[in-house]
């Protein structure tokens, strides 16, 4: 019990170090006293320390079966392979609780190295109290309400075990990544409450917020391109984003996030638009408390909530007090905020990027309006009504292609305002060789207009970008000599950031391609088949020829051979599984994948009847490859994007 004693010392301590520096840095601000500012900033490091001991502890506990923990015999067992009992920690509400604590102090610890010259500065203690103050929320909560180390009244033989569809590689993965854009939110809020207390609104809080926003920025699209990746692989029914609940909420804060990226440019390059960004800010970290509000209330239905946990309350009152407060900052600041300067033009890179964010915004709040709307049914009605996919879909992709058009028009657009001969040199040839391709899609036979469009927009933008490359490289050609290849590396290295930005848009780009595909042309059949019997579905033909049973260490596993020709052409053999966990009361059905550039063939075995008769589930999903590969671009934009010059290092 040694660790279980560990555990909650250490979390009570992490809690009363963050409240002694809320103190110390209090009693600095009221006597302007640097010693007492040092000493809570110090404090900082000591609830790190104490929140990683914590961290530790409750780690132990799974790699030594531990059941007397409640936490650990909920979420292992005796059998759960080493992997699985590592990605336990946050398999649960008090594990995730204590792991987001935990992160976000190694990042408080991290701020406040870097800011260790800069106490002197009138907002860089406001800074170490917000951030003590979010902290300490969290581990209120972990030592008074949801502790991981509450002891069972007695100790089982063996755990519950892990959820049979946790128990995935994904699990590694994504929820940590998810959490880790999460929780990098609280840096720059921080950063923006501190610049709105001490009345510092210059541009150096944006700009030393600016690659914070951006690293937790990448963080969340990984989080939620994975998670995407193990719903398609793990829950059998061949899709990557069915608009739950949770997925929304991470979806909300990341396309807010990227209203501000998009804004933070033109404050740093025309000094306008301070207000929006301090809002955006703001809502950014509104939105990551409001999506763990969700998780953790059991307020509406979701495969990734926690259900009801008591914890639901306490995140409404600290979003709402959070909410309030700083909107009250921002009323205060709003004339210190507000600028004399103004967009001149419709047609300018201000404008576009203005409407950019309108558009950004506009799909966060129908996505939130359709996440809640059960609950405002419920209490307008009194019953919980639910809109599905299709008021998602029918809401939100007429915005997407409009986003996607202004993608396009964004980067290449003059500053200020563009004139008729900008607008012919940069758009005239992408503007032609789009609608040259839609044509030619419409004689291939894209004849609806949601894909037609899509895939025309694509086109347009993708023109845009690659003119913007060659342009460039031409460009440092004709000044070093050069060669292309030569010319376009150095050029995209040395103005990383502007190409990191045209490489996240080419991924957008490729995203779009990827999820039109899969979900406009989409082919799916089922059928009950008895071994050498065989399906068709598209071009394929899959022929049921062998079945099997084996164990393994925690499950039982029932497989099915499936020989797959194509046109005729023998492919080779996909299996496909039943699996039956031991602590598990229901089976899990693993997916079988055959994955091309043009196309995904997906087969699940969703029933297995007598005689070895087996229900086959295919389908057929189009190009869903580039959607992946569209991900992986736009992370490494994001990564090209926050690589700093030499210039800024030295400066550092």
């Not at 279980?4 to 006597?31: K, P």
Request: with cysteine.
């Amino acid at each position: 019990m040694t660790m279980v004693t560990l555990g909650n010392l250490s979390q009570a301590a992490a809690l009363l170090a963050g409240f002694a520096a809320m103190i110390l840095l209090l009693i600095g601000l009221m006597r302007n006293d640097l010693r007492f500012i040092e000493a809570g900033r110090r404090a900082l490091f000591a609830v790190a320390l104490f929140a990683s001991m914590a961290a530790v502890a409750l780690s132990r506990l799974f790699f030594t079966d531990a059941f007397q923990v409640e936490y650990v015999a909920s979420y292992s067992d005796r059998a759960l392979p080493l992997f699985y009992k590592a990605t336990s920690f946050w398999a649960g509400q008090e594990g995730s609780l204590l792991f987001w604590g935990w992160v976000l102090s190694l990042y408080i610890a991290l701020v406040a190295w870097n800011t260790r010259g800069e106490l002197r500065r009138k907002n860089t203690p406001y800074i170490y109290l917000v951030l003590a103050g979010v902290v300490s929320f969290f581990f209120l909560l972990l030592t008074t309400v949801s502790s991981p180390f509450a002891l069972l009244p007695y100790t089982p033989a063996d755990g519950q075990g892990l959820n049979p569809m946790l128990q995935n590689p994904g699990m590694i993965f994504h929820p940590p990544t998810l959490f880790l854009g999460y929780i990098g939110f609280t840096i720059p809020f921080a950063y923006a409450i501190a610049a709105m207390i001490s009345g510092r609104l210059d541009q150096d809080w944006l700009r030393k917020t600016r690659r914070w926003n951006v690293v937790s920025w990448i963080f969340l699209t990984i989080g939620i391109i994975l998670g995407g990746q193990w719903a398609y692989v793990e829950l059998g029914w061949g899709g990557f984003w069915a608009w739950d609940p949770v997925e929304n909420a991470s979806f909300i804060p990341w396309l807010i996030s990227t209203a501000f990226i998009h804004t933070a440019i033109i404050q740093e390059r025309r000094n306008v638009m301070k207000v929006w960004n301090m809002a955006l800010i703001v809502l950014t970290f509104v939105a990551c408390i409001f999506g763990t509000y969700l998780v953790r209330s059991g307020v509406l239905q979701s495969v990734h909530d926690f259900g009801a946990t008591g914890l639901g309350g306490y995140f409404l009152f600290f979003m709402v007090i959070v909410s309030l407060a700083s909107t009250l900052l921002i009323a205060e600041s709003y004339s210190e905020l507000r600028t004399k300067h103004s967009l001149e033009s419709l047609l300018s890179r201000e404008s576009t990027f203005l409407f950019n964010n309108v558009i950004l915004l506009a799909i966060a709040f129908s996505t939130l309006f359709g996440t809640v709307f059960p609950l405002i049914s419920e209490m307008v009605t009194g019953k919980k009504l639910t809109v599905g996919e299709p008021f998602f879909n029918q809401v939100n992709t007429p915005l997407f292609l409009i986003l996607l058009a202004i993608t396009g028009f964004c980067p290449l657009i003059s500053w200020r305002k563009a004139s008729a001969d900008n607008l012919k040199k940069n758009f005239l040839l992408p503007f032609l060789l789009s609608l040259a391709g839609g044509a030619a899609l419409a004689i291939a036979g894209v004849r609806e207009f949601y894909p037609l469009a899509a895939f025309t927009l694509c086109l347009f933008v993708a023109a845009t970008i690659i003119q913007e490359f060659v342009g460039g490289a031409r460009a440092r050609q004709r000044l070093t000599g050069e060669s292309a290849i030569t010319a376009l590396l150095r050029v995209v290295w040395k103005l990383r950031r502007r190409y990191g930005g045209y490489v996240v848009h080419m991924g957008l780009v490729l995203m779009v391609i990827g999820i039109t595909g899969s979900t406009a042309f989409k082919l799916e059949k089922e059928a009950t088949l008895r071994m050498g019997e065989a399906m068709t579905i598209g071009d394929y033909r899959l022929e049921y020829t062998g079945f099997k049973t084996y164990k393994k260490r925690n499950r039982t596993v029932y497989a099915a051979t499936i020989a797959v020709a194509k046109n005729g052409v023998p492919l080779g053999e996909m299996e496909t599984e039943r699996r039956y966990y031991i602590n598990a009361r229901q089976p899990t059905t693993e997916v079988s994948l055959r994955t091309t550039l043009k196309e995904d063939l997906y087969l699940t075995m969703p029933m297995i009847g007598r005689d070895k008769v087996i229900t086959l589930k295919a389908a057929v999903n189009p190009l869903l490859f580039w959607g992946w590969l569209g991900g992986g671009l736009m992370v490494l934009g994001g990564v090209m994007a926050i690589i700093p010059s030499r210039r800024r290092r030295q400066a550092a």
